[in-house]
């Protein structure tokens, strides 16, 4: 069996469809929502790293609470240039790493079995690795040392979807029966001021 994949949580977002920072916005528990994505993607990988922007409205207060949750928090100089270059920068912070899992910091209700079947996908050898609820290809998408070079290219707001669409041959999508996988926030719920 291969080591572990490093998770890679991006959390640069600048929620405008949001009305305001979304990663910081509690959740029905209190958690602020990028706290409990970080948590949940840690609770499975040992290694985790979240990529913030490198400035703005509550970074200060982001990277606070992330420190707080035992992962590696790096800052995107790029990060208004697109999903892409966040993707790029985690991992060339782990460029030795044998695979990487790419989730969403607007997607907190993925849940640990999810990750953990993904994950144990690319330690079994498998190339790129999705979970799919109910016919929807969702998050994390995991993906094998053999992208690193194509990850780091990455640009624009498409993230990695022009590597999964080139590789589609050797993408493997696992059923899940978890609709967090494809449940992403990027409005309040109704009757929620942010």
């Known amino acids: 069996m291969n080591a572990e994949p490093v998770g890679i949580l991006l959390a640069?977002?600048?929620?405008?469809?949001?009305?305001?920072?979304?990663?910081?916005?509690?959740?029905?528990?209190?958690?602020?929502?990028v706290v409990a994505?970080?948590?949940?993607?840690?609770?499975v990988l040992s290694q985790v790293i979240v990529v913030v922007a490198s400035a703005g409205d509550a970074h200060d207060e982001m990277v606070a609470l992330l420190r707080e949750e035992a992962?590696?928090?790096?800052?995107n100089q790029r990060a208004r240039d697109g999903m892409g270059t966040g993707i790029a920068c985690g991992v060339a912070a782990s460029a030795?790493?044998?695979?990487?899992m790419i989730a969403l910091a607007d997607m907190p209700y993925v849940?640990?079995?999810?990750?953990?079947?993904?994950?144990a996908r690319l330690q079994q050898g498998a190339d790129l690795v999705a979970p799919?609820?109910?016919?929807?290809?969702?998050?994390?998408?995991?993906?094998?040392?053999?992208?690193?070079?194509?990850?780091?290219?990455?640009r624009g707001d498409a993230g990695a979807?022009?590597?999964?669409?080139?590789?589609?041959?050797?993408?493997?999508?696992?059923?899940?029966?978890?609709?967090?996988v494809v449940v992403d926030l990027d409005r309040p719920p109704v009757g929620h001021v942010v």
């Open 12 to 33: 640069a977002g600048q929620g405008k469809r949001f009305g305001g920072n979304k990663l910081l916005y509690p959740l029905d528990d209190g958690m602020p929502m």
């Open 37 to 43: 994505c970080a948590r949940r993607l840690r609770s």
């Open 71 to 75: 992962v590696r928090v790096i800052g």
């Open 96 to 100: 030795a790493a044998p695979g990487w």
């Open 111 to 119: 849940s640990p079995a999810a990750i953990r079947a993904v994950a």
């Open 132 to 154: 799919v609820y109910r016919g929807r290809r969702g998050h994390p998408v995991g993906f094998s040392r053999r992208h690193a070079g194509a990850l780091m290219q990455l």
């Open 161 to 180: 979807r022009a590597i999964l669409n080139a590789n589609s041959g050797t993408l493997e999508l696992i059923a899940v029966q978890d609709a967090g």
